[in-house]
């Protein structure tokens, strides 16, 4: 009975935190915020990976999605220190941010806290996370204003 006990408390204690988003709200359709965003990331010197069209690849099997494209971006000056003091966090990097309509016509762009980080083995005072957390903000923000 004890061994059951220990084994459901690890159970519990290893099931993954539900991750921490950040969502804006953007008055521009998925394709121009997702414009938006690769300009601001290019116009920062980071590089844009990957740009991907969900919903084309849903109909590329003949199934339908709302609009909905993700991008992949980095800079290896935040990327590689991030790694550095924990290279799991190769798992999340480069960074990925997600835009999106909804049911109602309302785009929506998503992206990680770069805090969530801080499981992974990097210290939550590490400066990484800081910046990796400022350049997002000021990225997405670019992506969705007026």
């Known amino acids: 009975m004890k061994l059951l006990k220990f084994i459901a408390i690890c159970m519990i204690v290893a099931l993954p935190a539900q991750a921490e988003l950040i969502t804006k ?14 300009a601001a990331v290019e116009g920062a010197g980071a590089t844009v990976v990957a740009r991907v069209n969900h919903a084309a ?10 609009p909905t494209e993700m991008v992949m971006f980095g800079n290896p000056k935040l990327g590689t220190p991030a ?13 990925r941010v997600v835009v ?9 762009l998503a992206y990680h806290d770069p805090m969530e980080l801080v ?11 800081a910046k990796m957390a400022g350049a997002l903000d000021k990225l997405t923000g670019a992506a969705v204003a007026e």
């Open 119 to 129: 499981a992974m083995g990097i210290p939550a005072d590490a400066e990484v996370l």
């Open 83 to 95: 790694m550095q003091a924990a290279q799991v966090t190769g798992l999340d990097l480069p960074l």
């Open 25 to 38: 709200t953007s008055p521009h359709s998925v394709s121009e915020t997702v414009d938006r965003l690769v």
């Open 100 to 108: 999106w309509e909804g049911e109602d016509g309302t785009v929506t």
């Open 57 to 66: 690849a849903a109909g590329s099997v003949e199934m339908e999605l709302r």
